[in-house]
C-alpha cells in the first residue's frame, strides 16, 4: 500500500473519533495509519505501530491458527468480515471486541487494502452474560422466582437497552427502566399507568405504536431500525417488539426494546463503502429510497412531470415461509426482484423496504396512467409460477400508487399515501393496484380512532353478545343459540359487528376480542335448561394464535359446559390461508368434542373439496340463497344441492335469514334441518334471549 493511497483511505475517516479504533491495513495486514480511538484502546502510539502486522493484537494461539490471515481473506472475497473475540492491549490486558474489516478499493476498482474498525464492546458483553445467567437461574430455581424477579428488574434498570413493557389492549405503559427514562427524556412516574401519546414526544409514540401493531399482528418478534427525532436529538434505534402471552387466558403484553446505535452508525457511515442496498436482494434500502425519491421530486418539479411512489406488498408470503420454511422464502424474494426489475425503466429505482415489501420510485412520467400501466407490469410479472428448489410456488403482489405533485410533494407523505392504497388494493382482492384517494387518509384517522375506542370497550366491558334463536324442522323449541358480538359505545349507542371486527382484525384485537366471546358463551350457555347449544363465529386471524386450540379448552373447562354443546363457525378463508396448519388445529378442537360449521357455504369457492378435508357437523346457508330462493330458480336450485349434499354426508344444514313463513316451508320442502332468522327472533341480549317459539310459526 502507498502512502498516498493511504492518505486518500485516511481521510475517509474522522480521525478525531475516540471510542472506536479506526485504522487502514496493507494488502499484507500492516498497519498503516492510528486514529486517537485506536490509540486508547489499544495503547499503541502511532510511531510504535505503523508498520507492523495487525496481527499482534492476537492472542499467541490465534496467530499460530491463522486467525487474523484467515479474517483479511474473507474481507477480501466477500467485501466484510465482521467477528467478536479478545483482543489484546500493549499492557497485555485484554478486551472483547466487535471488528469490521472492509476490503478498500479505489476509483480504478483496484484493491489496495483495508479498513479496520474496532470496538471495546466488554461492559456490554458482561451485561448480557449477567442477563442471561439470571434467566437461567429463575428457570432452575422455580422456588426463588419472588427474589429473583427482584434481581431481574435490578438487571433489566441497568442493562445498556431501553426496555419499555405494555398491556396490549390498554397500551398502558407497565413497566421502563432507567436508560428508557433518560432516551426518551421522561422520568419513570411520568411513564407508567399512561398510554405512550400521552408521555411521549408524537413522533417517538407513532413509532411505539407501529412497532407494537405488527408485533400483535405477526405474534414473532419485530426488529426495525429508524432514526427519530428524541428530548436528545436525532437518534437512530434499533429496536425489536415481540408479543407476550400472560399466564391469564387471553391476556398479552407488548415487550420493545430499544437500543441507541447512533454513535455506531455515525462511525461506520464515515466509511466510503458503507451499503446502501438491501443484502438479500441487492435492491436499494430505505435510506437510499428516501434519497432517490427526493432527488427525484426535485428534477420533476423542474422538468413539470409526474412523479409516481409505489408501495408493493407480496400477497400470501406468510404461507410460503410457513409451508416451506425462511429460506424458501428468502429465496422466493431474490427471485422476485429479479423479475420486477426486468420490467421497470433503467432510470426507475426497485427498494426493499424489509419483510415482503417493496417500493418503485417512477420519476418523469407525463400522466398518471402511466404509472397505472406500470403497476400492471409489476402485478403481471409476478403471475407465473416460481421454481425454487423443486417446488412451485404462487404468489401475487398489490400495489399501491401515490403521484407528485398531484397527492403531495415530500417523500415521507407519498410513501405514507402509497402505504394507504396498498391498504385499499388488498381489501378489493389483492393482486391488483390502486391510487391514492384523499378519503384514504381521512379513512385511516377513523380506522385509527375506532382501534383506540375498540381497546378502551375490551378494557371498560363494553362488548355484548346477542343471541340468535336457532330451530329444527318441528319449530316447537329452541334448540340453540348463535352468539353475535355488539359493542355498546358511550356516544354512538349499539354498533354492529361489521363496523368494528374488521379493525380488530386488522389491528391484531380480535385475539382479544375472539377469546372475550367464547369466553361469555361458554358461560352463559352453561346455564341454559337441556342441551341447547351455543355458535360462536371464529376470525381466520384467530388461528394465526398457536394457543388458540388452549384457549377453546380453556373456555370449556372454566365454564363447565359440555363441549358438543359448543358449536364453532369458520368461513371458507380459514382453509383458503395455511390450509393444512387450519386444518390441523380444527382436527384437535373437534377431539375435545366441540362441532365445527362451515357458514357462508355458497358464497365464495365453495370447493366440495373442503366437505372431503375435515369432517363438518353443519354447513350454513348464506341468507342471500334463502331470501332469494322464491325468486330464483339459480337460488333453490343452489339450496337444493347444498341440503342434498348434507343429507348424503349426514351433515346438518341451517339456513340464515328466514324471514317470512314460505321461506321456511319451501327450505322444508327441501329437506333442511334447522333455521335461524327474524321469522324465529331477533338477536337479544342473555336475559332476554327468546326461550320458546311455538307459538310464532
Not at 428516501?290 to 412531470?305: E, V
Request: proline fraction near 3%.
Amino acid at each position: 500500500m502507498t502512502l498516498d493511497n493511504s492518505d486518500v483511505m485516511y481521510r475517509l475517516l474522522v480521525q478525531g473519533v475516540v471510542d472506536y479504533a479506526i485504522y487502514m491495513l496493507s494488502p499484507e495486514g500492516t498497519v498503516a495509519n492510528w486514529n486517537a480511538g485506536a490509540e486508547r484502546a489499544k495503547g499503541y502510539r502511532q510511531e510504535e505501530i505503523v508498520g507492523r502486522n495487525f496481527a499482534c493484537f492476537y492472542s499467541p494461539e490465534e496467530q499460530a491458527a491463522g486467525v487474523p490471515q484467515r479474517g483479511l481473506e474473507i474481507a477480501r472475497r466477500t467485501g466484510r468480515f465482521e467477528a467478536q473475540g479478545w483482543r489484546f492491549r500493549k499492557d497485555g490486558s485484554a478486551f472483547w471486541a466487535n471488528v469490521v474489516i472492509d476490503a478498500i478499493y479505489d476509483e480504478q476498482g483496484a484493491f489496495i487494502g483495508f479498513a479496520k474498525v474496532t470496538r471495546d464492546i466488554t461492559e456490554l458483553r458482561n451485561r448480557e452474560q449477567q442477563l442471561l445467567e439470571a434467566k437461567e437461574l429463575a428457570e432452575r430455581y422455580s422456588e426463588q422466582m419472588a427474589s429473583m424477579s427482584m434481581f431481574l428488574d435490578t438487571v433489566i434498570a441497568n442493562i445498556p437497552s431501553s426496555v419499555v413493557v405494555q398491556d396490549a389492549v390498554t397500551r398502558q405503559i407497565l413497566l421502563a427502566n432507567r436508560q428508557a427514562e433518560t432516551l426518551f427524556d421522561c422520568p419513570h412516574a411520568d411513564m407508567v399507568g399512561k398510554r405512550s401519546e400521552e408521555c411521549l414526544a408524537p413522533q417517538i409514540s407513532e413509532y411505539f405504536e407501529q412497532l407494537a401493531d405488527i408485533a400483535l399482528l405477526t405474534e414473532v418478534a419485530h426488529r426495525s431500525e429508524d432514526q427519530l427525532e428524541t428530548p436528545r436529538g436525532t437518534r437512530t434505534l434499533r429496536s425489536r417488539a415481540l408479543s407476550i402471552h400472560g399466564h391469564e387466558s387471553g391476556k398479552r403484553y407488548l415487550m420493545l426494546i430499544a437500543d441507541d446505535i447512533t454513535e455506531e452508525n455515525a462511525a461506520n457511515e464515515k466509511i466510503r463503502f458503507l451499503a446502501h442496498h438491501d443484502i438479500l436482494t441487492g435492491l436499494p434500502n430505505r435510506v437510499q429510497l428516501r434519497q432517490r425519491l427526493h432527488d427525484a421530486l426535485l428534477l420533476d418539479n423542474l422538468m413539470s412531470c409526474v412523479t409516481a411512489t409505489l408501495c408493493l406488498d407480496l400477497d400470501n408470503f406468510k404461507n410460503v415461509n410457513d409451508a416451506l420454511g425462511h429460506q424458501y422464502g428468502d429465496e422466493l424474494l431474490r427471485q422476485l426482484a429479479e423479475r420486477l426489475r426486468k420490467v421497470l425503466r433503467g432510470h426507475d429505482t426497485l427498494a426493499r423496504l424489509g419483510g415482503d415489501e417493496f417500493a418503485v420510485i417512477l420519476p418523469g412520467l407525463s400522466k398518471p396512467a402511466d404509472a397505472a400501466e406500470a403497476a400492471q407490469r409489476l402485478i403481471e410479472a409476478v403471475e407465473p409460477e416460481f421454481l425454487i428448489d423443486g417446488h412451485r410456488v404462487s404468489v401475487g403482489i398489490s400495489v399501491g400508487i401515490a403521484l407528485a405533485p398531484g397527492d403531495h410533494t415530500t417523500p415521507e407523505k407519498l410513501l405514507r399515501y402509497a402505504d394507504m392504497a396498498l391498504y385499499e388494493a388488498k381489501r378489493n382482492g389483492r393482486n391488483c393496484h390502486a391510487f391514492f384517494r384523499l378519503d384514504m387518509d381521512e379513512a385511516a384517522r377513523n380506522r385509527r380512532t375506532i382501534e383506540l375506542e375498540l381497546r378502551d370497550a375490551i378494557a371498560n366491558e363494553q362488548l355484548q353478545l346477542y343471541y340468535q334463536p336457532i330451530t329444527d324442522q318441528d319449530h316447537t323449541e329452541v334448540v340453540g343459540y348463535e352468539a353475535l358480538m355488539r359493542w355498546r359505545h358511550p356516544v354512538n349507542g349499539l354498533v354492529g359487528p361489521l363496523d368494528f371486527i374488521p379493525i380488530a382484525e386488522e389491528s391484531g384485537l380480535i385475539h382479544e376480542v375472539g377469546a372475550l366471546a367464547l369466553k361469555e358463551a361458554c358461560r352463559e350457555a352453561a346455564s341454559w335448561p337441556g342441551q341447547q347449544t351455543v355458535a360462536v363465529n371464529l376470525s381466520p386471524m384467530q388461528f394465526r394464535n398457536s394457543q388458540f386450540v388452549a384457549l377453546v379448552e380453556h373456555a370449556l373447562k372454566s365454564s363447565g359446559l359440555e363441549p358438543h354443546r359448543l358449536e364453532l363457525e369458520i368461513t371458507e378463508s380459514v382453509l383458503l390461508e395455511n390450509s393444512l396448519g387450519n386444518i390441523e388445529a380444527l382436527r384437535q378442537i373437534k377431539a375435545l368434542g366441540v362441532r365445527i360449521a362451515l357458514d357462508d357455504f355458497g358464497t365464495g369457492y365453495s370447493s366440495l373439496g373442503y366437505l372431503r378435508s375435515f369432517p363438518f357437523d353443519r354447513i350454513k346457508i348464506d341468507k342471500t340463497f334463502t331470501q332469494d330462493m322464491e325468486r330464483s330458480r339459480e337460488a333453490l336450485a343452489i339450496v337444493s344441492a347444498i341440503t342434498g349434499i348434507g343429507r348424503s354426508l349426514d351433515i346438518q344444514t341451517t339456513a340464515e335469514g328466514v324471514e317470512i313463513r314460505t321461506q321456511f316451508k319451501g327450505l322444508v320442502e327441501q329437506g333442511c334441518s334447522h333455521f335461524q332468522g327474524y321469522l324465529f327472533g331477533r338477536p337479544e341480549p342473555a336475559e332476554r334471549r327468546l326461550e320458546s317459539i311455538s307459538s310464532l310459526i
